[in-house]
């Protein structure tokens, strides 16, 4: 047996943002995959509709979970309650955020910069504080960041210095592990998904983007990288290498 089909029986993958258009193909992948999925939200709508797109049989190793992580505090009870609940955390993936655009920044109101740079970028940092110091030994968190993060996108600057955070985020924390616990960040292009059926053809679907969050999470001598998964191209090249 190969890390690349290594079930992940036992094993307990929260994946904040998971009920969203991209968060749902790397809920199903997890589930696939043989993991318990443990997936937060304040939503219980979202979660039943997240149950009904997985099925009836992969839902019964999914565990939605009523909270929020919008605060240090928020996150900080969240992590508590479900390392009790399931004795265990060993990897995490955090797909929280979208996309946003349609005014150049001297234009942007302070009630968009609120929402789509401060409480976006400060949910995704109290939930690594969170989650971060209780990780198995050999477990890791993988952050997901769009394209806009590394490349300026005119009038669509939020997002860009939001992704630009997330990115630096994860350098800090590599850091300031040394390697006690594996992180990583898949940075995606264009995502086809629910919301967006079409699109190029090379672009990712959400299940796709699932099947990479997988591979990696499998392949323990992956650690502290910037993957960039622009297109299905850059999905085979690294799909490779992980699973060599």
């Known amino acids: ?5 290594a079930p992940l029986t036992g094993k307990v993958v929260v994946v904040p943002g998971g009920t969203g258009n991209v968060g749902e193909g790397i809920v199903r992948a997890f589930l696939i995959a043989g993991a318990t999925v443990v997936v937060p939200s304040r939503s219980q709508s979202r979660l039943d509709t997240l149950a009904q797109l997985i099925g009836p049989e992969l839902a019964l190793s999914l565990k939605g979970v009523n909270g929020t992580y919008g605060t240090f505090d928020e996150a900080h009870d969240l992590a508590v309650k479900i ?10 993936v955090a797909s929280v955020g979208g996309w946003w655009m349609g005014k ?6 302070e009630a968009e910069w ?11 940092m109290a939930l690594a504080r969170a989650f971060v110091p209780r990780l198995t030994p050999d477990g890791s968190y993988t952050v997901i960041a769009g394209f806009s993060g590394q490349k300026p996108y ?13 990115l630096m985020m994860r350098e800090v924390l590599s850091a300031e592990l040394r390697g006690q616990r594996r992180v990583n960040d898949l940075i995606l292009g264009p ?4 919301s967006r059926p079409g699109g190029n053809p090379n672009w ?3 299940d796709q983007v699932g099947e990479a969050t997988v591979a990696l999470t499998r392949t323990p001598s ?13 999905l085979k090249r690294e799909l490779g290498r992980m699973n060599g």
């Not at 047996?1 to 089909?5: A, G, I, L, P, Y």
């Not at 005119?154 to 997330?166: D, F, N, Q, Y």
């Not at 995502?191 to 629910?194: F, L, T």
């Open 114 to 124: 609120q929402k789509y740079f401060v409480d976006t970028t400060t949910s995704h």
């Open 1 to 5: 047996m190969t890390t690349s089909t």
């Open 222 to 234: 992956l650690t502290d990288e910037h993957i960039v998964l622009d297109n299905v191209d850059d």
């Open 154 to 166: 005119p009038a669509a600057g939020i997002v860009s210095m939001h992704g630009a955070a997330l």
């Open 83 to 92: 390392a009790t609940e399931h004795d265990r955390v060993d990897h995490v």
């Open 104 to 109: 150049a920044l001297w234009d942007t109101s």
């Open 191 to 194: 995502i086809i998904n629910r």
């Open 204 to 206: 990712l679907t959400a």
